[in-house]
Structure formats: structure tokens, C-alpha cells
């Protein structure tokens, strides 16, 4: 049995795999449990008592309901704007999961299946990173996982005297300032050579560097290939400057978001150019997309508003089809009616198939498309 807290580990399909796996009924809790007025606290209160009516009246036993009561009034409380999943089946809270960002509106669902969609769409998963905020001194460099939790702060400093140039022509000055590019050149090649090994050891998917501008600039060129190709400045931060902090969050959660964005239109992108040839790898509704789950040949399932839709499942979690005819006639038996937009992400998670969940970019027939493994 799964038991996962808002602390651990991020967000994987291998966790969702297994949680699918555990078997239900299933308690689906997402709300916004957003802490960002002076009434939070009475409104999280009143948000769980509606959901523990809920749940008691879609039938979920006293132990279910009792667990997910308590994930809610025990949960330590989030930063500002934030949004929350609990999943629990069998009186055991299964995932405790803080979401990027809130849920448009609340859901409560007690099914034999877990509902994941809204999960999918709003998972706090993001990129490992790294924030190195240099100067011509060294550099401040923090350690960010993929929940966007703070993991390590490594301070590097070099010498500090001399790192400033001065003015004037003479000799003695030159030589000085001959000194100060060789001491901030020293300086920023420690900090190159540790952001490129914490880089390596964290898994980092992209390296900020932020501060002053020369320093960040000589430090992106003096950073090995690895890490210089994943590498990116932003104009805003200082060390020891709490005043830029909120710039620079701003900045790195612009950058975040982009990425983001950028790998829902790929992934779209890719989807459409395979639509478009004949035979692609992609397709689109209910029927294409139920046969290629039971043969399983997705590659990724992409996921719109399926609304209220239902298929037909069999005794596996890959045997769907549109209806228990159909069902039959490829062999799973007479199988059971279920909502499409649980079934489905479930029998692609028991292929090992991806699962993106889209926005407006991409209109897909039924609620559901599939890019095909062949």
C-alpha cells in the first residue's frame, strides 16, 4: 500500500501506476487550499467539512472519510495560492499531493477508480534546477527540486580583494587591473566547476544564473558543455540582497511557466503532424484510442474535457473499448461500464504510456487523442 505525503518524493507514473494498481473504491479530493487571506483558515475548514459531507454521501465508508478528513486538518498549511489532492482508498490516505496551482473548481468523487485527470493537469512537477546568483566574487547556488523545494544552498567564495577595477592609466594601475580579471576570472571558474558537479549530483534539468552582468556572463562561458547547454540568465538577483528576491522568483517562475507551455506545444505540434499523415503515429476519440490502449500501442495519452463519457473495461486495466460489445468481441470479456476520464488514464498508465493533459492549444474529438508507439 502506497502512502505518500506532501514532502516526499515528486509526482511519477511509476507512483500513479502503483496507486491505480491498489485497488479501489477511491476517494478524489482536489480544492484550492490556498493561505493567502486573513480568512484561510475558516474557509480550509468549511471547505473540509463540505467534502466530508460528500464523500459520506457518495457511500465512501467512515474509515475513507475519516482519513481524508484528517490529511485535511492536519496538513501544515501552504505559501500563498496553492491547491491540493488527496487520494485514499480502504481508510489509508494513498497521495497527498500539493498541486501548482488550484483546481478551477472543486471535485469530490467516491468510483471504483481513481480519478487522476485533474492531478495530471495541475501537478506541482516541474524542473530540478539550479539558481546561481554570481558576482565577481563567487556565487550563491541553490538547489531546486522538481516540487520547487529548496534542497541545498552552496556558497562559493574566491578572493575578494581585488575584484573591482580602478580607474586611471598609469603602470601600477594596469597592473591592478590585470590582477582584478585574474582574480574574478579564478573566482568564477570555482563557481563553474561546482555548478556543473551539483548540477550533475541533483539531476538538474536547467541552471539559472542571475546577479551582476559581466559575472554571470563570463560564468555561462566559463561553465563546461553539459552544463552551458542548459544554461540560461535572467536579469534580476543579487547576493545578500533580500530586496531582489522576489525579482528574481518572478523571473525563474516566468521561465518555469515557458518551459512548460513550450512542451505542451511539442507535444501538440507532434500529435497534429501525425494526424495529418496517412498512416500516422496519432489518434483521435474514443474508438482509435481505446483500440490502441488494448493493444498497447500508446506512446502518450492526451487528455482535453472527455465530460461525462464512459467506456467499457475489462478484468485488466487496458481492456476498454466503447462499448461492452465491442469489449467482448476482442476478448475482455463483458467487462463494466466506467468514466472514460478515469478509465483511460488508468489503462495508460498500465501500458507505460505517458499522459498529458491539455488546455484550449489542442481540440481533441471525444476528450482524448493518443500518440502511438508504431
Partial sequence: MIIRTREERPLDTTTLRELAGSGGPYASVYFEDSHDTEDAAKQLELKRRDIREQLAGKGAGDATVEAVDRAIRDGRPPIGRSGRAVL????????????????????????????????????????????????????????????????????????????????????????????????????????????????????????????????????????????????????????????????????????????????????????????????????????????ALREGNVETLLVTEPGDATVAVGEEPAQVAVSTGELAASGGGTGTERRADEALPVAALSVGAGIVVFDERLDLAEGFGAILRH
Fill in 88 to 291: 485514499a482508498a480502504h481508510g489509508r490516505v494513498l497521495l497527498d499531493e500539493g498541486l501548482a496551482e488550484p483546481p478551477g473548481a472543486a471535485e469530490v468523487r467516491f468510483s471504483e477508480l481513481p480519478h487522476l485527470v485533474p492531478l495530471l493537469a495541475h501537478s506541482a512537477v516541474g524542473t530540478p534546477h539550479l539558481v546561481v546568483i554570481a558576482d565577481r566574487a563567487g556565487a550563491d547556488i541553490t538547489s531546486v527540486d522538481a516540487k520547487g523545494r529548496r534542497q541545498s544552498v552552496t556558497r562559493v567564495d574566491g578572493e575578494d580583494h581585488p575584484v573591482h577595477k580602478v580607474r586611471g592609466g598609469a603602470e601600477a594601475h594596469r597592473d591592478i587591473q590585470a590582477r582584478v580579471e585574474e582574480n574574478v576570472h579564478r573566482n568564477l571558474d570555482q563557481v563553474a566547476e561546482r555548478t556543473a558537479k551539483l548540477a550533475a549530483e541533483s539531476g538538474a534539468e536547467l541552471i539559472v544564473l542571475a546577479g551582476e552582468v559581466q559575472a554571470r556572463r563570463e560564468l555561462r562561458e566559463l561553465l563546461p558543455k553539459p552544463a552551458k547547454e542548459i544554461a540560461t540568465e535572467v536579469t534580476a538577483g543579487a547576493r545578500a540582497d533580500s530586496a531582489t528576491e522576489a525579482q528574481l522568483d518572478a523571473a525563474i517562475g516566468e521561465l518555469l511557466t515557458g518551459r512548460r507551455l513550450a512542451r505542451l506545444d511539442r507535444v501538440a505540434e507532434r500529435y497534429r503532424a501525425e494526424l495529418g499523415r496517412a498512416p500516422g503515429l496519432a489518434v483521435s476519440g474514443l474508438e482509435g484510442v481505446t483500440t
